[in-house]
Every structure is written in C-alpha cells, then in structure tokens.
C-alpha cells in the first residue's frame, strides 16, 4: 500500500463533475462519488495495476462514466499522486470548439512537474 496524494486542482475537477451529475440525477452523481473513491483506494492498495498511460503515468477507468483518473506513481517515496479526474480520450470525436476547451479541463500539470500530461483525442 502506497501514500495517495491528490493534486490540490482534482477537487474542483471533481466538484465539477459531481454537480453536473447532481443537477440530473442525484443518484448517477452518488454513485460517480463512489467510484472516484473506489479508484483512490485501488491506487493506493496497487498503484501498478491502473493502465499505464506512459512510463510516468497510468489511469482507472470509472465504469459507466466517460472520466479517468489519471495519476502518478512515485516509487521513490512509496507515494502515488492523483493528477486529473478527465473524460476519457476518444469521446470527443468531433473538434473542440474554445467555449468546449474552457469548459473542461483535461489534464493538471502539479507545479513541481516539468513535462505536462497531455491527453491525445482520436
């Protein structure tokens, strides 16, 4: 078992979310609540067992919600730290518009990381 951080952005990442989910069905947004949990918790029980995104990152699939949480293992320090709770690639088959770019937010590079975790669309 590993020490999970979680990237200060992720709660509003995760507020966001939640409440979308809210204002349609509490019950769908309760269930999203406990499946980000469930993630937490299998990270930090088994931090190689999500699927490994690159050589530094890997990710959790929420079943039943186009999200990913997306996180950092840090075997140095027996550490893991969640980075982005994000639609999954691939969702997105037609482009962006700006008002959709500034309205989801698909990675969080944490200050202290030099390369930038970018999530690539089909």
Known sequence: MVKLAVHAAIEDEFQ???LWYARRNP????KFRSLVHEAFDRIAQDPLG????DVNYRFYRLKKYP????????PGD??????AI???PGLLA??????DRTRINFAVR?????NRLQLRFA
């Open 16 to 18: 966001e979310a939640y």
């Open 78 to 83: 027996d550490t893991a730290t969640v980075v």
């Open 50 to 53: 999500g699927t490994a995104y």
């Open 86 to 88: 994000s639609p999954r």
């Open 94 to 99: 037609k482009p962006m518009t700006v008002e």
């Open 27 to 30: 019950d769908v947004a309760e």
């Open 110 to 114: 944490p200050s202290e990381e030099r």
């Open 67 to 74: 999200h990913l949480v997306i996180y950092r293992h840090n």
